[in-house]
């Protein structure tokens, strides 16, 4: 008999685990060393029998980045007869990074450890969210999401995104069912092999359960906001469908077309309805809760490189709260998000003690000169229960599924503990930098720019749709270009508002100095044609990523050439600061 989940159980067990978190890292790491203690990788490090405490641990094993496991990973991928970084639990597959930082996709060792993680944060972040916010029984989620490519390696592994081994795997749809959330579209949808169609028929299978959609979803919010932004364009379009009961012609592929005729009936009434709807909103203000009225909330990770989108997602939310998603990677899980009533810029992830072995790397560690890279005091890393409050750090994990000391590359902020585990905000990702020679400005700072210069845009009734950044080192001095793309025409003298603005906006002390010293060349503002980052979104699905997990990059480095060529040939307009002559 299935399991009925019960989210005050769920509640007191991760209040007894996160008040015991010091004990229960140590028995994690214990127990990912006993497991695994006789793979090739930890046996190089002399980890002996597995028994190990914390201290002993972190003097035997290096910090890693993903560049030092690469050859690891190609042994699993090419078919290693030996076990190489687990034992425990095999590796039955990579999960895939989007590709996002460097523009180039990371193969991570993937197993069902992974796949059990994600469940429990999803229940325990449900229960949370479902104390606060009830969802009724029988109700829907339309959730934007996507199966994504397959690969298999020369060893005959699968390689997809994290999000796809999850949604393949039978415990996905029997959580989701358990978590009141099944998803409204059918697996025909979700697993398509073409995105753009899939959306549509996510778009059409909300409209058609519209009544009983109670959560809109996604992983992330850039893949809400995107469907938005298409059923803005395609909305008559669905509106016929319904009204004829004839699937577009745009649906070109069979298992879609099968399915989606299980559920397309044709209701002029329901049609009109929906017509009506759309034309009374101005501007498509509250467009959630008039098409979907028992919308209860909207969920997906809204923090981050996600934040750009909020005023967009709250502009379609009308009234309906947003609910900000937990915090993982494609390495593993990392916290869940325990304070749903708080807005999503004040979201902090709770640490779970038990799915894997948390270090941390304070920010500020020395910068080596030659490399650029960050050299780390040892003894400076601390253990999950002995980070401060207020500090940033950089995450460190050890994982079920066969990294060791991993340098994730996310810079966090601990902003208390919930019990005795921190609870931590995201900041940014470490290596999304924009930096000519003194200057450090990170991902954060650069959505800070963008935020104060696309404040300028908003009397002529404008906005910024996407925006990314590269630095320009060919030139002499190099400068930062700053790409926008907006959803109307930017008037000459607007743009150089906003290009000064932006220039000034960056307040990094190396930045200021280097500008009015002219070590750095005066910013550039670049305006994309429409459509732009659509054809970055389909560069990267091609590349086998799923909208789901698509980050745009705010940072585009020389070696990424094929999203700058993109960048560079889609210019319609551009301009240069005077903010510092
Ligand atoms: P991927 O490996 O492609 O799934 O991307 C994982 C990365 O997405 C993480 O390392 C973070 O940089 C980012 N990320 C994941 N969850 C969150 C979150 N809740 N808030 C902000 N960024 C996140």
Same mark, same amino acid.
């Given at each position: 008999?299935?399991?009925? $989940?019960?989210?005050?159980?769920?509640?007191?067990?991760?209040?007894?685990?996160?008040?015991?978190?010091?004990?229960?890292?140590?028995?994690?790491?214990?127990?990912?060393?006993?497991?695994?203690?006789?793979?090739?990788?930890?046996?190089?490090?002399?980890?002996?029998?597995?028994?190990?405490?914390?201290?002993?641990?972190?003097?035997?094993?290096?910090?890693?980045?993903?560049?030092?496991?690469?050859?690891?990973?190609?042994?699993?991928?090419?078919?290693?007869?030996?076990?190489?970084?687990?034992?425990?639990?095999?590796?039955?597959?990579?999960?895939? =990074?989007?590709?996002?930082?460097?523009?180039?996709?990371?193969?991570?060792?993937?197993?069902?450890?992974?796949?059990?993680?994600?469940?429990?944060?999803?229940?325990?972040?449900?229960?949370?969210?479902?104390?606060?916010?009830?969802?009724?029984?029988?109700?829907?989620?339309?959730?934007?999401?996507?199966? +994504?490519?397959?690969?298999?390696?020369?060893? +005959?592994?699968?390689?997809?995104?994290?999000?796809?081994?999850? $949604?393949?795997?039978?415990?996905?749809?029997?959580?989701?069912?358990?978590?009141?959330?099944?998803?409204?579209?059918?697996?025909?949808?979700?697993?398509?092999?073409?995105?753009?169609?899939?959306?549509?028929?996510?778009?059409?299978?909300?409209?058609?359960?519209?009544?009983?959609?109670?959560?809109? =979803?996604?992983?992330?919010?850039?893949?809400?906001?995107?469907?938005?932004?298409?059923?803005?364009?395609?909305?008559?379009?669905?509106?016929?469908?319904?009204?004829?009961?004839?699937?577009?012609?745009?649906?070109?592929?069979?298992?879609?077309?099968?399915?989606?005729?299980?559920?397309?009936?044709?209701?002029?009434?329901?049609?009109?309805?929906?017509?009506?709807?759309?034309?009374?909103?101005?501007?498509?203000?509250?467009? &959630?809760?008039?098409?979907?009225?028992?919308?209860?909330?909207?969920?997906?990770?809204?923090?981050?490189?996600?934040?750009?989108?909020?005023?967009?997602?709250?502009?379609?939310?009308?009234?309906?709260?947003?609910?900000?998603?937990?915090?993982?990677?494609?390495?593993?899980?990392?916290?869940?998000?325990?304070?749903?009533?708080?807005?999503?810029?004040?979201?902090?992830?709770?640490?779970?003690?038990?799915?894997?072995?948390?270090? $941390?790397?304070?920010? +500020?560690?020395?910068?080596?000169?030659?490399?650029?890279?960050?050299?780390?005091?040892?003894?400076?890393?601390?253990?999950?229960?002995?980070?401060?409050?207020?500090?940033?750090?950089?995450?460190?994990?050890? =994982?079920?599924?066969?990294?060791?000391?991993?340098?994730?590359?996310?810079?966090?902020?601990?902003?208390?503990?919930?019990?005795?585990?921190?609870?931590?905000?995201?900041?940014?990702?470490?290596?999304?930098?924009?930096?000519?020679?003194?200057?450090?400005?990170?991902?954060?700072?650069?959505?800070?720019?963008?935020?104060?210069?696309?404040?300028?845009?908003?009397?002529?009734?404008?906005?910024?749709?996407?925006?990314?950044?590269?630095?320009?080192?060919?030139?002499?001095?190099?400068?930062?270009?700053?790409?926008?793309?907006?959803?109307?025409?930017? =008037?000459?003298?607007?743009?150089?508002?906003?290009?000064?603005?932006?220039?000034?906006? $960056?307040?990094?002390?190396?930045?200021?100095?280097?500008?009015?010293?002219?070590?750095?060349?005066?910013?550039?503002?670049?305006?994309?044609?429409?459509?732009?980052? *659509?054809?970055?979104?389909?560069?990267?699905? *091609?590349?086998?990523?799923?909208?789901?997990?698509?980050?745009?990059?705010?940072?585009?480095?020389?070696?990424?050439?094929?999203?700058?060529? &993109?960048?560079?040939?889609?210019?319609?307009?551009?301009?240069?600061?005077?903010?510092?002559?």
């Amino acid at each position: 008999m299935e399991k009925v $989940f019960n989210g005050e159980q769920v509640i007191q067990e991760f209040e007894a685990m996160t008040r015991d978190a010091k004990r229960i890292q140590i028995k994690t790491l214990n127990k990912i060393l006993k497991d695994n203690w006789e793979a090739e990788y930890l046996r190089k490090w002399g980890t002996f029998d597995g028994t190990m405490d914390p201290k002993t641990y972190s003097s035997c094993v290096p910090l890693v980045t993903h560049k030092d496991i690469e050859p690891y990973v190609q042994k699993i991928a090419d078919g290693a007869s030996f076990p190489v970084l687990t034992v425990g639990t095999p590796i039955t597959a990579f999960a895939l =990074s989007s590709g996002t930082t460097q523009g180039k996709r990371k193969y991570l060792p993937y197993n069902d450890i992974l796949t059990e993680t994600a469940m429990h944060v999803f229940q325990a972040s449900f229960a949370f969210r479902n104390r606060e916010f009830p969802l009724e029984n029988g109700g829907k989620a339309l959730n934007f999401i996507y199966g +994504g490519k397959h690969f298999t390696t020369k060893g +005959g592994l699968l390689a997809a995104t994290a999000c796809t081994n999850i $949604f393949h795997s039978k415990q996905f749809k029997k959580t989701m069912k358990a978590i009141q959330t099944p998803a409204c579209s059918p697996d025909e949808v979700i697993f398509g092999p073409e995105f753009h169609q899939s959306l549509y028929c996510h778009l059409l299978c909300g409209l058609i359960f519209r009544e009983e959609i109670q959560v809109v =979803s996604s992983t992330f919010a850039h893949s809400i906001v995107h469907s938005f932004r298409t059923f803005e364009t395609v909305w008559e379009e669905l509106c016929s469908d319904i009204r004829t009961g004839v699937l577009s012609a745009r649906i070109t592929v069979p298992s879609v077309r099968t399915a989606m005729a299980k559920i397309l009936k044709p209701d002029p009434e329901l049609a009109d309805e929906i017509h009506n709807k759309c034309l009374g909103l101005t501007n498509w203000y509250g467009l &959630i809760p008039e098409i979907f009225p028992n919308t209860k909330y909207i969920y997906g990770i809204m923090t981050g490189s996600m934040a750009p989108y909020l005023e967009k997602l709250r502009h379609y939310a009308g009234g309906v709260p947003l609910q900000s998603g937990d915090y993982g990677a494609s390495e593993g899980w990392i916290g869940v998000n325990v304070n749903p009533e708080l807005p999503p810029e004040m979201t902090t992830f709770v640490v779970l003690p038990n799915i894997g072995y948390f270090e $941390f790397i304070p920010l +500020g560690q020395i910068h080596d000169p030659d490399s650029g890279s960050v050299l780390v005091e040892p003894e400076s890393v601390v253990g999950l229960t002995d980070v401060k409050v207020g500090e940033e750090y950089e995450v460190v994990i050890t =994982s079920f599924a066969g990294l060791y000391r991993y340098r994730l590359g996310d810079v966090v902020k601990v902003t208390g503990f919930h019990n005795s585990t921190p609870k931590l905000q995201f900041i940014c990702r470490r290596n999304v930098m924009l930096t000519v020679n003194v200057d450090k400005n990170t991902e954060k700072d650069l959505q800070l720019s963008v935020e104060a210069a696309a404040k300028l845009l908003t009397a002529e009734k404008l906005e910024v749709v996407d925006f990314t950044s590269h630095v320009d080192l060919v030139s002499e001095p190099g400068h930062y270009v700053i790409f926008w793309e907006v959803n109307g025409e930017v =008037s000459n003298d607007l743009l150089k508002e906003c290009c000064n603005c932006l220039d000034k906006s $960056f307040v990094d002390a190396g930045y200021v100095t280097s500008r009015t010293s002219k070590a750095i060349g005066p910013l550039e503002l670049r305006v994309l044609s429409r459509g732009t980052f *659509q054809k970055i979104l389909d560069h990267y699905v *091609q590349q086998g990523s799923v909208v789901n997990q698509h980050k745009t990059p705010r940072c585009v480095s020389a070696a990424n050439q094929s999203v700058l060529k &993109i960048l560079c040939s889609n210019v319609v307009k551009s301009c240069l600061s005077t903010a510092f002559d």
